[in-house]
């Protein structure tokens, strides 16, 4: 079994040898959905691709039934876990979360919104060595900074990651920047901005197969609606 860790400087390691769950032919497609400012735009594209889709009723139920899907509802980090575990047959997902948990699953289709860019950040105006960087996405983070020569230990943080900036707990912050206003509100500055990002339509490997049926139109209409 692998564990998360959250110590300094450490390795930081998504799940494997879990046992995955097998797909059943004939129930309906379960989608594994990120709460907040992406659902909207999720359902969205769902329905424009031909799924009957309702809203779940309080708007805080985590598991129902849609109609043409069941969607279960998650943070953006828990999606590719629930898609990969076999939990969800496919699910909605951002490329940042993507690339931080090098998961097992299937990337078929860039959906073009919740665009944003994952940025190392700064208080503005300072410039001495950075020994000390937090993030969300540690194992980025990591890369990033063997890549630049530096060897600046990594804190794992949960949310609100700018503060370890204005708070002195770190030099420095890897994190999302979409229209920039968290950073201004903070006096806080894009130092350089590590990859570019976007919500992806994400498919469990062997649901792929037992749920060809299902899933290959839904991944070919999503295609053909992106382009346009
Ligand atoms: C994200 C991110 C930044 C902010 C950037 O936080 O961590 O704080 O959005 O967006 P902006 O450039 O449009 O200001 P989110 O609100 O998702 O919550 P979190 O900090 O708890 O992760």
């Known amino acids: 079994m692998k564990i998360f860790f959250s110590v300094l400087g450490t390795r930081y390691s998504s ?10 032919l004939t129930e ?7 709460k907040g400012r992406v659902m909207g735009e999720s359902l969205e594209l769902l329905r424009r691709a031909g799924m009957n889709l309702s809203s ?4 805080r139920t985590l598991k129902y039934d849609a109609g043409d899907a069941l969607l279960i509802e998650m943070r953006n980090s828990d999606v590719p876990t629930y898609v990969e575990l076999g939990v969800a ?3 909605i997902v951002g490329k940042d979360v993507l690339l931080e ?38 194992n980025i983070t990591l890369d990033y900074l063997h890549g630049i020569g530096s060897s600046a230990d990594v804190i ?13 707990l770190a030099d420095a912050v890897v994190d999302v920047v979409e229209t920039g206003s968290t950073l201004k509100a903070n006096r806080l500055e894009e130092v ?27 991944i070919e209409t999503l295609r053909e609606l992106v382009k346009t």
Do not use: Q, W
């Open 28 to 34: 309906k497609l379960t989608l594994a959905l990120p």
């Open 56 to 59: 779940s009723e309080n708007g």
């Open 156 to 168: 794992k943080l949960s949310g609100n990651v700018e503060l370890a900036c204005l708070t002195g």
């Open 192 to 218: 350089a901005v590590i990859t570019e990002s976007s919500a992806r339509f994400v498919v469990n490997r062997a649901a792929l197969k037992l749920k060809a049926g299902k899933l290959r139109p839904l």
């Open 101 to 138: 948990m090098s998961s097992n699953i299937y990337e078929p289709v860039d959906l073009g919104i919740a665009k944003c860019r994952l940025s190392l950040i700064r208080p503005v105006g300072e410039s001495h060595v950075i020994r000390r960087v937090a993030s969300k996405y540690p």
């Open 89 to 91: 047959d496919a699910g």
């Open 15 to 24: 799940p494997l040898g879990f046992t995955v769950s097998e797909p059943k």
